[in-house]
Structure formats: structure tokens, C-alpha cells
């Protein structure tokens, strides 16, 4: 068991990663014995964990609410249904909402935290490879709206993050793969050596070596951690995490929500970064083949599906990397360097997505 | 025209106070110029104040969205269709909200800013006497819940408050005192002198006389600006703000939201509370009389409706200022000093209720 800290001043918060730490008693008890807890979990999740871990909240008034699985859910309604929860129960400002589940339970139920009696605490405990690499870290918090995903939501951050690896073992395959999505990601903004890594240990991780896993879901933490206590609201640095979401939340949208994995949009968002990097010449075909190999190799889909092209770039517009009408998009300097800029013509963006997006 | 500020550090922000604003050409371009707008404004106002401010706008993209009139408006439905608005016209980060009417609609506006795109900028241009004196400063915005008053929001600060006491003019009676009953509670917590003020003055209040009511406005506003710059999110002094508004929400949720103007309920609340605390020995009864001739005198509500106690009671319950499962009260120690605490026996608030709403 290892313990990070987001740096945020009196808002700063650990983050507990290991193997069985659903087996450890007395683990929650600094935040949350004695107080009214609402966990917010899904129906794939609970019957396998809601029972340990209630099982470490003794001295709690301890509620749940499982919500359907799946991005479907992730709406301002779901929300709703979270507040009413709440309300039923009589809870008040003082109250912790617990999220168990992946990206989808963390973020609803971190935005209902930010915005139950105008901000209530709240703690995570990821149980998918994606939830505990990259979503439940950092405070982002919100839902889908029609037009575009995660448009409504808060910055909130969590009282506690605790990622236990052991719960990975039953995780679906196709989840394990959107989660090393993300690491992929990491590897490509910040640490030319994880990807290195990645390429040399593929197998051991797609078999869930426990050792693999902790390092991982440790050295993503690390490198979030560091981007968001210098960055928590996003102005600058902390844009680079976008790598690959600006085209993959269009892929998400214009296939439909739920019908790619965030984890899986995001590798084919990665590999149109890429790609649209070398076109710039900002970076070599060589570089653009070895992202491509990696990303087959774990399993993620390295190409976007057939859409009109018009259409995928208004969505593009509407992702909340827009300022002042101009596409801001996160593109790579080198393998393990990357920036964000809108300093490109937009016709070669226009090019570019005929050409990826038709075929 | 003078301007007071809220000291909150790189968050500072103006309060603009005075006659005739809405004819003050370049008032808004620090704020807006070039900028993508949504007015969030309703029914009632915009066929009174939205043209001439639409004229201090020349180089904005502005659109409007106008909601029905009314406290039955401010539901988490109502800031969806806000939110449909904002991806309709394609509006990103960098837009701002602008929020033309009374206390409902800066509402409603602000939890729009607070959780579009996890955060935009907002600019209230309060046109009640309520809104004017009370809830454009602070930043407390949201919504109801089914279950109770304000349930579900954010503390979110605007970037500027533009206050013309002009718009006071087509304000209805009703409207004009349920403002006042907010003035009562500042002088009641905070300053003796005004309380006197408002005794000798109420004729030409009512008749509204533009220095008085500039003078109420800017009063009211220096005191909450500087309450909440010492305690923004509550934790301590500016519960003293919500004198009344325990008795008052539960006033409002008891008859049917809309059925009392929150300022009515507050005016019943505020006299509730004086009431309890003279029960308590903590004021006279001179001193609750006092609040009643001059609730009375501005021509507000000094009785509760009839209700169930016990229903009361457990609405009361569900108002955030509970921790912990105690009722916290803001009660009178004498005309101008309030205290926040939960220091009775409950069976005093038990009894004075059924006392109280009985009758």
C-alpha cells in the first residue's frame, strides 16, 4: 500500500493505492466514522463490492443508491435521482457521498457532491483500470449533456481516493483495455520511459499481473497529481490530460453514447492526434506506427468509425476545449512531449478528418 | 453612482449602484465586449429592461432566454433549459451569462454559470428590491428540490453587479416590501441604527424615493460584502444572513412554493424568530413588538400560515442550516445582534411551534 498526495493546500488529499484494501479495516474511519454516507455505486458493481465495503464503515449511517451501468446513465436526470436519494434520507451539509464504481459512477456522484447543498464532501473508491489511472483524480466532476459530453459538471475535489487494484480482477476485458487507453495517454504528454514500458510489458499487464497493475494506477497518479496541483482549473498545463479527447469525445457523441468505451474513443482520439501530428510534421511516421502498434496491442481500436465529417467537427466545436471559436487541440512534439495549440490551418484540419473519417 | 467591492482576492468583484445605469453606455465593456452573451432574464422583465440593456451591448453575440415569472421556476429542469440554450447557440468556456431580473432568475443564471462547462462567467443586473439589497451578492446560486428550499447549488461569484435603482420604479407593491423584509434582517443582525432608520423612514421607502432606496441598496450591500468576504462559504458569520430563513424556507415549502414571495416568508420568519428568541429570555418583549410594527409598517406578513407543527418541524430539518441532525437557529440577543446556535431544548421549539402555526 502507497500513498500520493494531491498538493492543493488546505484541500489537499491522499491517494491510497494497493492490493486488498478492501480488506482493511479502519481504512475509511479519518473521513468518514460516525457520519451519514450515501454510497453511489452501479448494478454491475455492488454485488460484488458493496459488501466489504460496508463492511469497513461500522460506526456509519450507511445508504446506497446503484445506478444503471453504463454512459447512458451519466445525465443530469441520473443526477437528480442522486439528490433525491439524498433528500429521502434526510442528509444534511454534513453528509459524505462514497463512489464505488468506474468514470461514470465517480462522475455523477462527485457532481452530486458539488452541488447537494451547495458542495457536500465526497470519496472515491475506483474500481475500473480508467477510474483509478486518470478519472477519480483531480476533481473534474459532471454529465453528458445531448449535445456534447461532459458539458454540465463542477470542479470538486474528493476528500480521498482509494484504489484498490485487487477489485481489477473482474473487470471485463474490453475495460481493462479502455483503461490502459489512459496510460497510454500519460506516457505520450509526460514519461517517454512508461511508454517503453508499456510496449515491453503488454502481456504481463493484459493478464493483470498484480505488481503491473499497482505500478501503473502509482506512476499515472504521480504524473496527475503533479499536473493538477499546478493546474486544478485548467488554464494552462493541465489541457494536456485533453490528448486524444477532443477527437474522442466526438467519437463518443457521433457514435452514439455508450456504444464506445470513453477508454476506447480516447485510443482512437489518440492515434487522430498522431496522425494529424505527423501531417503537421510535428512529429515522424515512425513515431505515428509505434503509438499505432501499442495501442493494437493492448486491445484499443486505433481507427475512427465512418462519420460525415461536417458533422464530427461541429461536435468538435462544442467540446469544451473551444475558446473564442478556435479548436484548441492537444498535439504531439515528440513521444513523451506534447502541447496545446491552435496554431494550425484549419483546412488541413478539414482534410484531415475527410480523409480519417470516410475511407 | 458609486461602486462598493467584494474582497475576495483574485475573485474581487464590483457591486455598481445607482440611478439611470441601464442608460450608461459602456458600463458593461470591461466585461463583455466581444464576448459571446446569454441573457437569462424573464417574462415580466424582459418586455421592461431587456432592449435598453441589449443597447449597452454593440459588440456582443447576444441571445436571450426569458423563463416564466416565479418562484415555481427555480427547478434543476429550468437550469437544463438554459443549458440547452447555451450548446444551441454553440457557446463555449469563454462565454458569459448575464442575469436581468429578481432573485429567481440570478439564480437560476448563476448555478448555470457554476456548472456549464464545470464553469463560466456570470454578471447579475438584479432589477428587485430583493435581489438588489440580498441575493445578487455572495454567490450563492441553485435551484429547489421537491424536499426543500435551495437544496441543490454552488457557491459560484459573479464578475460584476450592476445594480440600477431605477427598475425599482415598475416593481410591484408585494414585491417592493418582500425587498424590505431582507433590509429588517441586516439591520436586525448587524446595525441598530438602520433599524431606526427604517422606523422613521418607511413612508418614503414605500413611496420610493430614489435616495432612500439607494440608500437601502448600498447599505445592505456594504454589509454583506463584507460578511462574506470574511466567511464566503459559511462556515461561520454569514450564517448570520439567514436570520429568518429557517422559519421562512419552511414557510415557503409548507404553502406551496410560490403561494408566499420569499421575502414574505422571511418577513414571518424573521418575526418567528424574534418571537422564539423572547421565549428564550433572550430579548425583550418590547424589542419583538418593535419587529412587528415595523414588519408591519412596510406592510409584510408577521404570522406563519397554518401548518402541521410537526411537518414543520421536519422541513425545518431538511434546511441546510442543520449539522449533524440539530437545528441550527440564528436568534436575537438584542436589535442588531444575532447569534447562530442550536443551544435550546428542542421541546421549547416543539412547543412554540404548535403554539405558533396552530393558533
Known amino acids: ?69 453504463g454512459e447512458l446513465t ?14 429521502a434520507h434526510g442528509y444534511g451539509r454534513d453528509c459524505v457521498l462514497l463512489t464505488l464504481g468506474g468514470g461514470v459512477v465517480g462522475d455523477i456522484g462527485g457532481f452530486a457532491a458539488a452541488s447537494y447543498q451547495r458542495g457536500v464532501d465526497y470519496l472515491q473508491v475506483p474500481t475500473t483500470l480508467l477510474a483509478q489511472v486518470d478519472s477519480s483524480v483531480g476533481g473534474k466532476t459532471g454529465v453528458n449533456h445531448p449535445g456534447g459530453k461532459n458539458l454540465i459538471g463542477a470542479f470538486h475535489q474528493p476528500c480521498c481516493i482509494v484504489s484498490d487494484t485487487s477489485t481489477l480482477k473482474t473487470l471485463a476485458d474490453r475495460e481493462l ?6 496510460v497510454v495517454k500519460y506516457g505520450l504528454i509526460a514519461d517517454a520511459e512508461l511508454l517503453t514500458w508499456l510496449e515491453s510489458e503488454a502481456d504481463a499487464l493484459l493478464q493483470r499481473d498484480p505488481d503491473h497493475l499497482n505500478h501503473i494506477v502509482r506512476r499515472c497518479c504521480e504524473i496527475k497529481a503533479a499536473i493538477v496541483a ?13 490528448l486524444g479527447h477532443t477527437f474522442g469525445h466526438a467519437i463518443e457523441r457521433c457514435a452514439g453514447y455508450g456504444e464506445w468505451l470513453h477508454g476506447e474513443a480516447v485510443a482512437a482520439g489518440i492515434m487522430m492526434a498522431a496522425a494529424f501530428s505527423e501531417r503537421l510534421g510535428r512529429i515522424e511516421a ?11 496491442k493492448l486491445r484499443l481500436p486505433v481507427h475512427p468509425p465512418k462519420v460525415d465529417p461536417y458533422e464530427f467537427l461541429a461536435v ?19 513521444l513523451g512531449v506534447a502541447s496545446v495549440t491552435a496554431d494550425y490551418p484549419s483546412h488541413e484540419l478539414v482534410d484531415f478528418l475527410s480523409a480519417q473519417l470516410i475511407r
Chains 1, 2 share one sequence.
Open 230 to 242: 499546478a493546474d486544478e482549473r485548467e488554464h494552462g498545463q493541465r489541457a494536456l490530460l485533453n
Open 316 to 334: 468538435m466545436g462544442l467540446d469544451k476545449k473551444v475558446s473564442d471559436h478556435t479548436i484548441h487541440l492537444v498535439l504531439l512534439d515528440a
Open 74 to 87: 451519466k445525465t443530469l436526470e441520473t443526477v437528480n435521482k442522486v439528490f433525491d436519494a439524498l433528500v
Open 286 to 296: 515512425l513515431d505515428t506506427e509505434r503509438v499505432r502498434n501499442l495501442l493494437s
Open 1 to 69: 500500500m502507497i500513498t500520493l498526495t494531491v498538493e492543493l493546500g488546505v484541500r489537499s488529499y491522499p491517494i491510497v493505492i494497493g492490493s486488498d484494501l478492501l480488506g482493511s479495516s479502519g481504512l475509511f474511519d479519518p473521513y468518514l466514522a460516525g457520519r451519514d454516507v450515501l454510497i453511489v455505486t452501479n448494478e454491475i458493481v455492488a454485488p460484488l463490492y458493496l459488501a466489504p465495503l460496508q463492511k469497513l464503515l461500522p460506526d456509519c449511517q450507511v445508504n446506497t443508491i446503484a445506478l444503471p451501468d
Open 177 to 182: 483495455s479502455a483503461g490502459l487507453a489512459e
